[in-house]
């Protein structure tokens, strides 16, 4: 076979290096960001923070976002910082990004941060009253070790049998002596701690009111023997069983719901995690405006001791720590971008969704990925990752941008209603009802039909579900 040179040309997509982080920092939230920029700070000498105190100075270069699916931005030169190939020479890589950062209001102290005093747990509070009462030490150790066996809401769910098996038999514990020490337990605050089911929590909790009380004693009597009648709000079954009016129910049932189930729940201490928004919405001379968030840029810029290194040694070009200049414009770049393109997405969602912002949930409107991708001349790809865990700030409360977005339900009139308005509604209709007469999803159906909404019945159910709403049996009251 006779060879040949052919010659071709075709198209295809290569990922360098900096289109690779740039994709990887757009899908990053806040924090996972923030996490990455410590990285790199840790392994590259010359990026760094800009402080709190240096104000940036102004960039005069308008990037455009980078496209999953197009050509990312051509590397920086190793040369120096002020040579580069692919326009970076506009940007001042001494003075961070992006250039509007302002500083920090002067009335924060850093120095001083506010630290929330932390609370007792369940298990302090209750060997606290356990150290001033007048106990024997071994009936004290006996509390004390019911107390480690509580569960976090307060309940004893391990049977006393097992708790006698975890005492060595040469103490001689006596079954007599655990009921003694379960009833000194049950005695401390919070009322119902120390108890083994929920009829008995909520027991506890209603000998524990004045015999006076109104209801006291039918709300014994529904808890001891009939909860399972009162969860399901079976009120009829109920009154026949306690043989009682319509009042001296709802009296007892009103009692029953001031009462606590989980005593011990005030006392779980949860780890609090603060949303950090990316963008604020404000309205502006009768126009919804998207900025974002200075706070939640990071300021970066180029080490400018390790780059007169660099220019005053231009022959080094392939050294390692020129390789670490061009990583580190790109990663100044890059993060430029990835905050201009939440930028763009953010304004064209609140320019469709104005009458969200305006009127509130039931005013959303329709919404795709591809919408937006096509108006700003973006990948889908692209959309979806700057909608995922970001955050947008509105007078409205603070959503993530994938909020915004969802599917949409035929109406009658030839037109679309988004899926988060229909749940808006449920919510209106559920809530203005007659707590006697509670609608059923058969019934919101047509309610929604007369407005011109066609949604069947198995999707309301759906919605009703999804927004934790319970079926019609649940809501009915007396």
């Given at each position: 076979m006779k060879q040949a040179l052919q010659l071709k040309l075709s198209q295809h997509l290569t990922l360098t290096p900096q289109l690779q982080q740039s994709i990887r920092l757009l899908q990053l939230s806040t924090m996972e960001l923030n996490q990455e920029i410590d990285t790199f700070l840790t392994e590259n000498p010359l990026l760094e923070r800009v402080d709190a105190g240096v104000e940036a100075l102004p960039a005069t270069t308008s990037h455009q976002p980078t496209d999953a699916a197009g050509d990312g931005p051509g590397p920086a030169g190793p040369e120096g910082p002020e040579a580069s190939t692919d326009g970076s020479e506009d940007i001042d890589w001494y003075s961070g990004v992006p250039a509007s950062a302002g500083a920090r209001d002067e009335d924060e102290d850093p120095n001083f941060p506010q630290i929330a005093a932390e609370s007792p747990s369940l298990r302090e509070h209750l060997l606290v009253q356990v150290s001033f009462m007048n106990l024997e030490p071994r009936d004290r150790r006996l509390v004390e070790l019911l107390i480690d066996a509580l569960e976090d809401d307060g309940y004893l769910l391990m049977p006393l049998e097992e708790v006698a098996d975890l005492i060595p038999q040469e103490l001689g514990v006596e079954p007599e002596e655990l009921q003694i020490a379960l009833r000194t337990l049950q005695s401390l605050d919070p009322t119902g701690v120390g108890a083994r089911s929920a009829h008995e929590c909520l027991e506890l909790q209603l000998l524990a009111l004045p015999r006076h009380t109104s209801g006291r004693e039918?709300?014994?009597?529904?808890?001891?023997?009939?909860?399972?009648?009162?969860?399901?709000?079976?009120?009829?079954?109920?009154?026949?069983?306690?043989?009682?009016?319509?009042?001296?129910?709802?009296?007892?049932?009103?009692?029953?719901?001031?009462?606590?189930?989980?005593?011990?729940?005030?006392?779980?201490?949860?780890?609090?995690?603060?949303?950090?928004?990316?963008?604020?919405?404000?309205?502006?001379?009768?126009?919804?405006?998207?900025?974002?968030?200075?706070?939640?840029?990071?300021?970066?810029?180029?080490?400018?001791?390790?780059?007169?290194?660099?220019?005053?040694?231009?022959?080094?070009?392939?050294?390692?720590?020129?390789?670490?200049?061009?990583?580190?414009?790109?990663?100044?770049?890059?993060?430029?971008?990835?905050?201009?393109?939440?930028?763009?997405?953010?304004?064209?969602?609140?320019?469709?969704?104005?009458?969200?912002?305006?009127?509130?949930?039931?005013?959303?409107?329709?919404?795709?990925?591809?919408?937006?991708?096509?108006?700003?001349?973006?990948?889908?790809?692209?959309?979806?990752?700057?909608?995922?865990?970001?955050?947008?700030?509105?007078?409205?409360?603070?959503?993530?941008?994938?909020?915004?977005?969802?599917?949409?339900?035929?109406?009658?009139?030839?037109?679309?209603?988004?899926?988060?308005?229909?749940?808006?509604?449920?919510?209106?209709?559920?809530?203005?009802?007659?707590?006697?007469?509670?609608?059923?999803?058969?019934k919101l159906s047509q309610i929604l039909a007369q407005q011109g909404i066609v949604v069947a019945r198995r999707t309301i159910a759906k919605y009703r579900e999804s927004l934790n709403i319970p079926p019609v049996n649940l809501r009915k009251a007396l």
């Open positions: 039918r709300a014994l009597a529904i808890v001891r023997d009939h909860l399972a009648l009162l969860a399901a709000h079976d009120f009829v079954r109920l009154r026949k069983a306690l043989d009682c009016t319509d009042d001296q129910l709802r009296q007892a049932h009103l009692l029953i719901q001031t009462l606590n189930p989980h005593p011990g729940a005030k006392f779980t201490s949860f780890e609090t995690r603060y949303i950090v928004p990316d963008v604020f919405v404000r309205k502006t001379k009768n126009v919804w405006v998207a900025s974002l968030n200075q706070d939640a840029v990071p300021k970066l810029r180029i080490n400018r001791m390790y780059a007169d290194i660099l220019q005053s040694n231009r022959g080094a070009s392939g050294s390692p720590l020129s390789q670490r200049l061009q990583e580190a414009r790109w990663l100044i770049k890059n993060v430029q971008q990835r905050f201009e393109t939440i930028l763009r997405v953010s304004q064209a969602i609140v320019d469709r969704q104005r009458h969200f912002f305006e009127h509130g949930e039931v005013a959303m409107r329709p919404l795709v990925l591809r919408e937006i991708a096509e108006t700003l001349g973006l990948h889908e790809s692209t959309i979806s990752r700057v909608t995922t865990q970001k955050f947008m700030l509105t007078p409205r409360g603070i959503f993530e941008l994938k909020y915004f977005f969802g599917s949409h339900v035929a109406t009658e009139a030839g037109g679309a209603c988004s899926a988060t308005a229909i749940r808006a509604l449920i919510k209106q209709l559920i809530a203005a009802e007659n707590a006697k007469k509670p609608l059923s999803d058969g």
